[in-house]
């Protein structure tokens, strides 16, 4: 019943911005940490940021001082702030939380379904 919604991916230049979004939405007593994963072609799936309930964070050293990982607990969502693109960032991105359900004996983590973010030279 536990579901995560993504939107914010798209095409840009080499140097612009988007902004990710996620929102989880069910039958929920908890979220705890929430993030941000990616996954280009060929490659395996990398951690890229990810943010406690009280909003402390961490990131991948490729994207220290260009993301900035945030969350709204009243609306249960998180969001990546993407600036200075670069070709690299290219890839399939995927939002994660660990959830408790509401009656769950203990929390686990939920996934997105993706969304991809391209930026060309």
């Known amino acids: 019943q536990v579901q995560l919604v993504e939107s914010g991916g798209g095409l840009v230049q080499a140097g612009g911005s988007l902004r990710l979004s996620c929102a989880a939405s069910?039958?929920?007593?908890?979220?705890?940490?929430m993030g941000w994963y990616r996954q280009a072609p060929g490659k395996q799936r990398e951690l890229v940021a990810t943010v406690t309930r009280g909003g402390s964070t961490n990131y991948a050293d490729s994207v220290k001082g260009r993301f900035t990982g945030s969350r709204d607990n009243a609306k249960n969502a998180v969001y990546l702030q993407m600036n200075s693109l670069k070709p690299e960032d290219t890839a399939v991105y995927y939002c994660n939380a660990n959830i408790a359900a509401y009656g769950a004996l203990r929390a686990r983590d939920y996934w997105g379904q993706g969304t991809q973010v391209t930026v060309s030279s």
């Open positions: 069910g039958v929920i007593f908890s979220i705890n940490t």
